[in-house]
């Protein structure tokens, strides 16, 4: 279970906070103004930023002083996801092993969670001869190779077209969260929140709200989502 | 990155640059002192660099002012042109300079036409016609960049208010780069040694370089040498508080294709006369070390594929070292790592030499490590101008995908192969050859220690030189420079074959 405790993240004149935990197994929202600081949270956790004060925990071990690569957790940032330079194989074999050694069994590992991800026999292509959506899949062909039991998803899918993104992230519960991963996800869309997440977050005015069920939250959203949402 | 490596090039680099310097003191006895010839070889050294620099930048506005605003057949080829003085082989240029401007040079000929006494390449002009060869084409670049810099919209608003462009855009441009390239360019001619040895000497064109070498090779006085490297180092500190002062412009920035669209009528006979004045006082030196070269290949020195070999040798060692040491201090970062990079600028690097033999001397004798020493020396003063390519380099990779490697756990080796490298591989290559053609043509410590069966090509020639045998300098000038490009061309090339991504 995701912990955090007293969480207080400064970076200048920015403040957030937040004092909650995170059930095994669901998939949450964050959702926000623009400047919230929902990339923040996420930043926080995955170790790219070092809380003020409080702790992150998992499963009650902490994880406030680990390295990112350290802690049970994976991320896809918004843009980057993976290796220019490196054939879409490599990229994944880094998520086995940062050495990137390859051998038999990871390669057939690897062509294994190609074909699940709807990559068949892509591997030995550099990412700029794949579409932006093949790109995608094979982020989370890492992901799922990584098998972290918390993923971050910070708008990976932002770049997509509606439909695409729609497909991705149907995709992502499917293969990561169907296999009892915890999941949060960054949000703009509160379709992509009602189609996907059991929890939502709220990010606003300073404080990462606790996370609480998703259907009644959008149903009757309180005034600070009311008037993010525009209704 | 784990820091120890950069630890490790920072202190080889304070031992090269700082630790010669001390080891040449205390083999000295510390019995520092300067003599009235060492006065006038500083005051020379300040006011050729002031007014190098000076000439430099002021040719260079027309000139930039033409590139930035005209479209020609050849602009593309003229601005890549500009890049070549630098991996020109210094003393391959002054076979060229004395084929345009000296005795017999195409300049005497035309004035012996016109009934016009001759004038001499030889003394302080020649040192200073010299570097301006060497920095106009830069100052060039820095300015034409000054330029390019200026949003379209500002000549489309001021054409529209039929406001004065000079005054308006242009005058603040330049108040704001050409003090950062004269800074620049009197920082470099600071620390000349091949064109005050070939072009000038004496009591009135001396630099401390120079003087430095006469000392050491003439006297072996120590004290004397060191007291001079330590003025040089003194010179360059400030020179470099200058640069400082002044915003370094980027020196090795790209994108110099675009031209400035304009508006105003005119100017177009004066700008393609800057244009031209430019191209014929950069091309014509060129031409003559072609010119000159040709028919001295059919009467190449013995000796000379030996020496070729020697010079190759030097070269490629010097690079692998540069570049090594290079990433480490790069990777590093930090002020004792910049600090590092920038050293070997205002290092002699006669004193360098000079200070590892003192060091290597109880293990070796001269002649057998005057090529290492050389390579040494040679990395260490390339480092400066590797660390302005890579480190910017280094920093868009780690800027681009470092959070991903760090969210992956790549670290140290693996990080440096599966993300630094394949992504600096371009400027990584660039560095390499640039580094390679450096150390080609360098001519400094090699010219103190080397024996007979030591000499690279760069000191082959100035013995021919100094034995009047021109047209076999020329000659191995030729063969020279061809090497030089070539390695320069092959590293560059290196790193953008397969540069995919």
């Given at each position: 279970m995701l912990r955090l405790e007293g969480l207080e993240i400064r970076q200048g004149d920015f403040a957030l906070d937040a004092d909650w935990a995170l059930a095994d197994g669901s998939v949450c929202a964050v959702m926000g103004?623009?400047?919230?600081?929902k990339s923040t949270l996420l930043a926080a956790i995955a170790g790219f930023l070092a809380p003020r004060a409080g702790r992150v925990s998992w499963d009650g071990r902490?994880?406030?002083?680990?390295?990112p690569a350290a802690r049970p957790i994976s991320i896809l940032f918004q843009?980057?996801?993976?290796?220019?330079?490196?054939t879409v194989e490599r990229n994944l074999a880094l998520g086995i092993d940062p050495k990137g050694r390859l051998d038999a069994a990871r390669r057939r590992e690897i062509e294994a969670v190609l074909d699940r991800v709807g990559l068949?026999?892509?591997?030995?292509?550099?990412?700029?001869?794949?579409s932006g959506g093949q790109q995608s899949r094979a982020a989370l062909a890492r992901v799922l190779l990584m098998d972290r039991p918390l993923v971050l998803l910070?708008?990976?899918?932002?770049?997509?077209?509606p439909g695409l993104r729609m497909e991705m992230l149907d995709l992502a519960r499917e293969v990561l969260?169907?296999?009892?991963r915890t999941l949060m996800m960054v949000s703009h869309a509160p379709e992509d929140a009602a189609r996907i997440a059991s929890d939502i977050v709220l990010v606003d005015a300073g404080r990462a709200a606790a996370p609480a069920p998703a259907g009644p939250l959008l149903e009757t959203p309180p005034p600070a989502l009311r008037a993010y949402l525009g209704r | 990155m784990a820091r120890w490596p950069g630890g490790i090039a920072a202190g080889l680099v304070l031992a090269l640059t700082l630790g010669t310097l001390g080891a040449v003191a205390w083999r000295a006895g510390f019995a520092l002192r300067l003599g009235p010839a060492d006065l006038s070889a500083i005051w020379f050294t300040t006011w050729q660099a002031a007014l190098s620099a000076a000439l430099s930048v002021a040719f260079a506005v027309p000139v930039a002012r033409a590139l930035a605003r005209r479209r020609f057949a050849g602009r593309g080829a003229l601005v890549t042109l500009l890049g070549a003085p630098f991996i020109l082989p210094v003393i391959v240029a002054v076979i060229g300079l004395i084929g345009v401007?000296?005795?017999?040079?195409l300049l005497n000929d035309a004035l012996g036409l016109a009934g016009l006494g001759p004038v001499s390449v030889y003394g302080w002009h020649g040192v200073v016609l010299a570097h301006v060869f060497f920095n106009l084409p830069l100052a060039v670049r820095l300015i034409l960049q000054g330029w390019i810099a200026i949003p379209a919209e500002r000549f489309r608003l001021a054409a529209s208010l039929g406001a004065p462009v000079g005054r308006l855009l242009e005058w603040p441009m330049l108040r704001a780069v050409a003090p950062g390239a004269f800074a620049v360019i009197f920082l470099i001619c600071l620390t000349s040694f091949a064109v005050a040895l070939t072009l000038g000497g004496g009591p009135r064109a001396t630099t401390v370089e120079l003087a430095i070498y006469q000392s050491l090779r003439f006297d072996f006085d120590l004290g004397r040498a060191s007291v001079l490297a330590m003025v040089q180092f003194g010179l360059c500190a400030a020179a470099a508080l200058m640069v400082q002062a002044a915003g370094a412009?980027?020196?090795?920035?790209?994108?110099?294709d675009r031209v400035v669209e304009r508006f105003e009528t005119g100017g177009r006979w004066r700008d393609a006369g800057a244009v031209g004045l430019a191209a014929l006082f950069l091309m014509a030196p060129l031409a003559m070390i072609v010119a000159r070269g040709v028919p001295g290949l059919l009467d190449l020195p013995g000796g000379l594929w030996a020496a070729a070999l020697r010079s190759v040798s030097v070269a490629l060692g010097a690079t692998a070292l540069t570049l090594v040491l290079t990433l480490a201090l790069v990777l590093r970062d930090g002020t004792l790592a910049r600090l590092s990079a920038l050293l070997p600028l205002a290092a002699s690097s006669l004193v360098m030499g000079t200070g590892l033999f003192i060091v290597l001397y109880p293990l070796a004798s001269p002649r057998d490590l005057a090529l290492p020493v050389t390579a040494l020396a040679n990395a260490a003063m390339a480092l400066p101008f590797a660390a302005r390519v890579l480190g910017p380099a280094v920093a868009q990779a780690e800027a681009a995908h470092g959070r991903l490697a760090t969210s992956l756990g790549l670290r140290g080796w693996a990080r440096l192969r599966w993300l630094i490298l394949p992504r600096i591989r371009r400027p990584m290559g660039f560095a390499a050859g640039l580094t390679a053609a450096l150390s080609m043509g360098d001519l400094g410590v090699i010219a103190l220690?080397?024996?007979?069966?030591?000499?690279t090509l760069p000191l082959l020639m100035v013995r021919l030189m100094s034995a009047y045998r021109m047209e076999q300098a020329a000659g191995v000038a030729l063969v020279l420079l061809a090497l030089s490009l070539a390695l320069f061309w092959i590293f560059d090339r290196g790193g953008r074959a397969d540069a995919a991504a």
């Amino acid at each position: 279970m995701l912990r955090l405790e007293g969480l207080e993240i400064r970076q200048g004149d920015f403040a957030l906070d937040a004092d909650w935990a995170l059930a095994d197994g669901s998939v949450c929202a964050v959702m926000g103004p623009s400047g919230g600081g929902k990339s923040t949270l996420l930043a926080a956790i995955a170790g790219f930023l070092a809380p003020r004060a409080g702790r992150v925990s998992w499963d009650g071990r902490d994880l406030t002083a680990l390295p990112p690569a350290a802690r049970p957790i994976s991320i896809l940032f918004q843009d980057n996801n993976l290796f220019p330079h490196l054939t879409v194989e490599r990229n994944l074999a880094l998520g086995i092993d940062p050495k990137g050694r390859l051998d038999a069994a990871r390669r057939r590992e690897i062509e294994a969670v190609l074909d699940r991800v709807g990559l068949h026999a892509m591997g030995a292509r550099r990412p700029a001869a794949l579409s932006g959506g093949q790109q995608s899949r094979a982020a989370l062909a890492r992901v799922l190779l990584m098998d972290r039991p918390l993923v971050l998803l910070d708008e990976p899918f932002a770049a997509l077209g509606p439909g695409l993104r729609m497909e991705m992230l149907d995709l992502a519960r499917e293969v990561l969260a169907g296999e009892g991963r915890t999941l949060m996800m960054v949000s703009h869309a509160p379709e992509d929140a009602a189609r996907i997440a059991s929890d939502i977050v709220l990010v606003d005015a300073g404080r990462a709200a606790a996370p609480a069920p998703a259907g009644p939250l959008l149903e009757t959203p309180p005034p600070a989502l009311r008037a993010y949402l525009g209704r | 990155m784990a820091r120890w490596p950069g630890g490790i090039a920072a202190g080889l680099v304070l031992a090269l640059t700082l630790g010669t310097l001390g080891a040449v003191a205390w083999r000295a006895g510390f019995a520092l002192r300067l003599g009235p010839a060492d006065l006038s070889a500083i005051w020379f050294t300040t006011w050729q660099a002031a007014l190098s620099a000076a000439l430099s930048v002021a040719f260079a506005v027309p000139v930039a002012r033409a590139l930035a605003r005209r479209r020609f057949a050849g602009r593309g080829a003229l601005v890549t042109l500009l890049g070549a003085p630098f991996i020109l082989p210094v003393i391959v240029a002054v076979i060229g300079l004395i084929g345009v401007f000296g005795r017999g040079g195409l300049l005497n000929d035309a004035l012996g036409l016109a009934g016009l006494g001759p004038v001499s390449v030889y003394g302080w002009h020649g040192v200073v016609l010299a570097h301006v060869f060497f920095n106009l084409p830069l100052a060039v670049r820095l300015i034409l960049q000054g330029w390019i810099a200026i949003p379209a919209e500002r000549f489309r608003l001021a054409a529209s208010l039929g406001a004065p462009v000079g005054r308006l855009l242009e005058w603040p441009m330049l108040r704001a780069v050409a003090p950062g390239a004269f800074a620049v360019i009197f920082l470099i001619c600071l620390t000349s040694f091949a064109v005050a040895l070939t072009l000038g000497g004496g009591p009135r064109a001396t630099t401390v370089e120079l003087a430095i070498y006469q000392s050491l090779r003439f006297d072996f006085d120590l004290g004397r040498a060191s007291v001079l490297a330590m003025v040089q180092f003194g010179l360059c500190a400030a020179a470099a508080l200058m640069v400082q002062a002044a915003g370094a412009p980027e020196t090795l920035g790209a994108g110099l294709d675009r031209v400035v669209e304009r508006f105003e009528t005119g100017g177009r006979w004066r700008d393609a006369g800057a244009v031209g004045l430019a191209a014929l006082f950069l091309m014509a030196p060129l031409a003559m070390i072609v010119a000159r070269g040709v028919p001295g290949l059919l009467d190449l020195p013995g000796g000379l594929w030996a020496a070729a070999l020697r010079s190759v040798s030097v070269a490629l060692g010097a690079t692998a070292l540069t570049l090594v040491l290079t990433l480490a201090l790069v990777l590093r970062d930090g002020t004792l790592a910049r600090l590092s990079a920038l050293l070997p600028l205002a290092a002699s690097s006669l004193v360098m030499g000079t200070g590892l033999f003192i060091v290597l001397y109880p293990l070796a004798s001269p002649r057998d490590l005057a090529l290492p020493v050389t390579a040494l020396a040679n990395a260490a003063m390339a480092l400066p101008f590797a660390a302005r390519v890579l480190g910017p380099a280094v920093a868009q990779a780690e800027a681009a995908h470092g959070r991903l490697a760090t969210s992956l756990g790549l670290r140290g080796w693996a990080r440096l192969r599966w993300l630094i490298l394949p992504r600096i591989r371009r400027p990584m290559g660039f560095a390499a050859g640039l580094t390679a053609a450096l150390s080609m043509g360098d001519l400094g410590v090699i010219a103190l220690f080397a024996g007979d069966g030591e000499a690279t090509l760069p000191l082959l020639m100035v013995r021919l030189m100094s034995a009047y045998r021109m047209e076999q300098a020329a000659g191995v000038a030729l063969v020279l420079l061809a090497l030089s490009l070539a390695l320069f061309w092959i590293f560059d090339r290196g790193g953008r074959a397969d540069a995919a991504a």
